[in-house]
């Protein structure tokens, strides 16, 4: 069993930047892949990007690439999303997601694990 516990959200005028955390419990969080989603209001929950159990490959969705960057401690049991240059359309609640597996996953169906989300609000 893995717990996830996001935070860093909050509410940033169009082009800042945020950094969203996510605390893993268990001591095998290093065997995980973690990925980071969001929701926005009356749209699908989407990918945002993923990290490998190693932090050696990461993968970005194309609307966040460029822009948003992930890392992960696994010292610290955390993962991060640094996101700059942030747009009003990036507004949404930020998830992880952990899944025991080396590989990236793409779909929100693959993902065994999820936090109880943080609310990220961009103003024009």
């Known amino acids: 069993q893995v717990q996830l516990v996001e935070s860093g959200g909050g509410l940033v005028q169009a082009g800042g930047s945020l950094r969203l955390s996510c605390a893993a419990s268990g001591r095998t969080f290093s065997t995980y892949a973690m990925a980071w989603f969001r929701q926005a209001p009356g749209k699908e929950r989407e990918f945002v990007g993923g990290?490998?159990?190693?932090?050696?490959?990461?993968l970005y969705a194309d609307s966040v690439k460029g822009r948003f960057t992930i890392s992960r401690d696994n010292a610290k049991n955390t993962v991060y999303l640094q996101m700059n240059s942030l747009k009003p359309e990036d507004t949404a609640v930020y998830y992880c997601?952990?899944?025991?597996?080396?590989?990236?996953?793409?779909?929100?169906?693959?993902?065994?694990?999820w936090g109880q989300g943080t609310q990220v609000t961009v103003s024009s």
């Open positions: 990290i490998s159990w190693s932090g050696g490959r990461t």
């Open positions: 997601a952990a899944r025991r597996t080396n590989a990236i996953l793409f779909r929100r169906e693959e993902y065994d694990y």
